[in-house]
């Protein structure tokens, strides 16, 4: 976390909860949304083992009968560094296009990516955190860019396996969760080097993304009508540079929140994300299923090794996501986690 930046990030939904793990996958569910985390260790053979690490995430949606993912957050220590001679995130891209293949078949895998974001870390670990339904989403595309999915291959052998935004089904509310967001346009990055030009066509492309999702007018707010952004950078000495034009831009009311982290092209600077603070899946309730996603740069085996009571933990270098089933557990739990100093 970088400045003085507010972390958290709350997810409330109606209970009664249940907590469960198997494998390497844990998570919380209310039977009508699932959020869980899932962490595997790296050993040198990126693509198999994020082949692996998909099936056990698409085993599990499966499983608990949820198979409709809504958001997919991903976390890849070295993301741009070589591995044998190929960047890490197109080993990834491959490991997790032929996750969804093995399940889905090449023709079913399309209809079931939903919004993600990937970015750097460090560690050993592999983690991704995923919101996932009873009912289909609907899965949007943004008009100023091609699909990840018909990427050519020049970004790797398989293109990445996500869509821009993703929109809750209606018995879920209608949450729009936006997937990571760069100076992408087509296909191509735009503005190599030029920090506050990529700023620009970044924000550019979530407003014409906002502007072009469907449902009835005034569901998708413009952007100074966010609660939160999140900006992933790559230098944290951008921080200065990024801070002011993003906020004249955006107007006054937005709390901002900053991560460094790579991007997954090593030409991109920064990255936005739109977390949803207080978001609420499903009716009612302030019960909570599956909650608190905390960014910053964790010390992931010591948080792992914390005894939290109700709350479960994972993190990576790159942040830390509590499934509690209450609230006043989450803020206890993040107690602890200030107080030993973790983030
Ligand atoms: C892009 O648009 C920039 O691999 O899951 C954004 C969101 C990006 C998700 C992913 C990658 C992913 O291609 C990077």
Redesign the pocket.
Known sequence: VLGHSSPAETWFAEGPVRRASHGPVAWAENGAVLFASLASRLQGNLAEETARHFEALLATVEEQGFPHLLR?W?FLPGINELENGTER?RL??AG?AAAFDARYGVAGAEARFS????VGSSGAHLVTWFAAAKSPGLHLGNPR?VH?FR?PTD?GPRP???T?ATLAPPELGQVLFL????S?SG?ETRHVGKLLLQLEETLHNIETLLAAAPGEAAKFPDLPAFDLFRVYLRESADLELVCEPLRRRIGPGLALHFVEAD???AE?AL?LDRPQPGAVLGVGGDDLVAHGVHVGRAQAQDARALELGAVALDAADAGLVLLAEQLDHVAAALDRVREEGLF
Not at 115 to 118: F, G, L, N, P
Not at 179 to 182: D, F, L, N, P, R
């Open positions: 997919v991903n995130y990834f891209n997790r919004a993600s974001s990937a860019q990840a990427y970004y990445p396996s996500f821009r997937s990571g967001t760069a992408i296909h991007i997954c092209r991109l990255e």
